[in-house]
Each structure stands twice: as C-alpha cells, then as structure tokens.
C-alpha cells in the first residue's frame, strides 16, 4: 500500500511539474533570437509563425496587428516575397520580466527593382509560459525604408 502511496504520489509530481513552464534562461533566449532571425531569412512563412502563439499578434510600425498563426504568416509572406534575398541578423536581445526587445538588420534586394536595402529595427515580445511569442511590436525608420526602396533612375517609390 505504501509503495502503491508513493507511486501515485510520483506521478502526481511529475504530472504537474510537466504543466509548469518556466521562463526561458538566457542560453534558450539567445537561441530563439538567433532561430527566430534564421525564420525570417527562411522564405517560409510557416516556420516564422510558428514562434507565435496560436493567437500571438505583430505589429509593424504602427499597422494594423497581425493576430494569429494564418495572418501572421501573410505579413512575413509579403516581405519574403518583396526581398527573396532577405537576410535577418540578430543584433542583440534585451530581456527583463516582461518583455524581451529583439534588435534586427534586414539585408536584402527589393525584388521590383533590384535596390540594396539595409535597415534597423527592433520587436518588443512578450512571451507566454510556453516559449511562444504572445505579442510583437516591430519598428524600424519607414522613411529610411520607404528611400532605400526608391527606384533609383525615376525616384519612384513602391
């Protein structure tokens, strides 16, 4: 009987602790920082929106939130399509209780009309108790943007 106590007991624990996520370390933060970099460079909307929680938004610069897997898979999939070269680096990871800052540079060519671009920015994460990306604030300087992405010959922009 004692034994059988112990068991359940055993299997209790084991149970809840397999219910209680902790917050990532640093090494695990680091880590998907550099994937989640890696997933926007995938040209795979899929895998960028996977870091998201089920029902996770991003938001780009003001715009109107992305809410969900599916939507935010059609924002990345609008910039991998605009830069098929798109290169994402980590710059850094900023952490504290409650919110993780993302620092990026983007590299890529602009697929309309063959322009160079390079551009800084930054997304404020909260994460859940899982390791999922809740909510995403990007921002990035769209007027730096919006000039590196001018046709060259005409000063057009798309």
Same mark, same amino acid.
């Given at each position: 009987?004692?034994?059988? %106590? *112990?068991?359940?007991?055993?299997?209790?624990? =084991?149970?809840?602790?397999?219910?209680?996520?902790?917050?990532?370390? =640093? %090494?695990?933060? #680091?880590?998907?920082?550099?994937?989640?970099?890696?997933?926007?460079?995938?040209?795979?909307? #899929?895998?960028? =929106?996977?870091?998201?929680?089920?029902?996770?938004?991003?938001?780009?610069?003001?715009?109107?939130?992305?809410?969900?897997?599916?939507?935010?898979?059609?924002?990345?999939? =609008?910039?991998?399509?605009?830069?098929?070269?798109?290169?994402?680096?980590?710059?850094?990871?900023? $952490?504290?209780?409650?919110?993780?800052?993302?620092?990026?540079?983007?590299?890529?060519?602009?697929?309309?009309?063959?322009?160079?671009?390079?551009?800084?920015?930054?997304?404020?994460?909260?994460?859940? $108790?899982?390791? *999922?990306? $809740?909510?995403?604030?990007?921002?990035?300087? #769209?007027?730096?943007?919006?000039?590196?992405?001018?046709?060259?010959?005409?000063?057009?922009? *798309?």
């Amino acid at each position: 009987m004692k034994y059988h %106590t *112990y068991l359940i007991l055993a299997c209790l624990m =084991a149970i809840v602790s397999c219910n209680t996520s902790e917050k990532m370390d =640093a %090494t695990s933060l #680091q880590n998907f920082g550099e994937k989640y970099a890696e997933a926007w460079s995938s040209q795979d909307p #899929q895998n960028l =929106a996977s870091f998201y929680a089920e029902d996770g938004w991003l938001q780009i610069n003001d715009g109107i939130p992305a809410v969900g897997q599916t939507a935010i898979a059609v924002s990345a999939q =609008a910039f991998m399509f605009a830069f098929p070269d798109m290169k994402v680096t980590m710059d850094s990871l900023v $952490t504290n209780d409650t919110i993780t800052a993302f620092h990026w540079t983007l590299n890529g060519t602009y697929k309309k009309n063959g322009n160079k671009v390079q551009i800084s920015g930054m997304e404020l994460w909260k994460l859940d $108790t899982h390791g *999922y990306i $809740t909510q995403s604030k990007g921002s990035y300087n #769209q007027e730096e943007y919006d000039n590196q992405l001018k046709d060259s010959i005409n000063g057009i922009g *798309y």
